[in-house]
């Protein structure tokens, strides 16, 4: 089943993968997490709290900004092709996992 499922998702998949909708959609969710973040900190009476809450609300609101400016770090590297001559074993599902299977 889960070979089938694996089947499914490469069939239905596009080769548009950083497309504009899903940059804004973890774009602006990456910032509202930060701010939730922020009104949290403000919440801890502990200097410590406050500070790492602080900071984390930093890191994941710069995140949400770089993803929706399209920073290089987001992009997918390109695969190397292999070079001629060399093959590489590929994988071949004969039955379901082993999970699945009835006892």
Known sequence: MIGRLSFWNKDSTTSEVDCLG????SGFGLIGIGV?????????S?????YTMKGLAAAV?????????????????AKQEPEEGTT????????????????
Do not use: M, S, W
């Open 22 to 25: 899903c940059r804004l959609v």
């Open 46 to 50: 502990k200097p410590l709290e406050n």
């Open 61 to 77: 609101g710069a995140l949400g900004v770089a993803r929706l400016g399209n920073a290089e770090f987001f992009k997918p590297t």
């Open 88 to 103: 590489t074993p590929t994988k071949i599902i004969t039955k379901d996992h082993g999970f699945f299977t009835r006892r």
């Open 36 to 44: 939730y973040l922020l009104a949290q900190a403000k919440r801890r």
